[in-house]
């Protein structure tokens, strides 16, 4: 069984190409206590995106099952980080929406990096229905 996290802290979310060239899925960037949360969101009548971030970061990042976790962790840290000091273009902020994550890779990391002391990867969903019909919109 997956790890599920939950907060209700602040979540940037913005259209991500996860695989070329019409592969778009709704990334997510958040923190939970010393971590970071980069996911995708689960949205009704989009098709799924095949694969998952992890396999994402995979194909963007050199081969090296020695520092799989720390490699990939930073690149996804960085994808998600980067929303937030230049938010992506008609993104999505929300703050104080109750969310969750089924963890499906956890990466902590070697040394901190962008605040952060590693990132859990998974899928986010939200409490509130109104906040999915709004990420939905972003890829549409």
């Not at 907060?7 to 979310?13: L, N, W, Y």
């Not at 930073?74 to 993104?91: I, K, Q, T």
């Not at 109104?130 to 919109?137: D, I, W």
């Amino acid at each position: 069984m997956a790890k599920r996290i939950t907060g209700a802290d602040r979540v940037i979310m913005g259209r991500f190409t996860a695989r070329w060239p019409d592969g778009r899925c709704v990334l997510v960037y958040a923190r939970h206590e010393s971590m970071a949360v980069v996911a995708s969101v689960a949205v009704p009548g989009a098709p799924p995106v095949e694969g998952s971030l992890w396999e994402v970061a995979g194909r963007h990042c050199a081969v090296s099952t020695a520092n799989e976790a720390d490699t990939y962790g930073r690149w996804l840290l960085c994808a998600g980080w980067s929303m937030s000091v230049m938010p992506p273009v008609g993104g999505l902020v929300v703050s104080g929406e109750p969310w969750s994550v089924d963890v499906l890779k956890t990466a902590v990391l070697k040394e901190p990096a962008y605040g952060s002391e590693g990132v859990y990867v998974g899928r986010m969903a939200f409490e509130n229905a109104e906040v999915l019909e709004r990420a939905g919109a972003l890829l549409r």
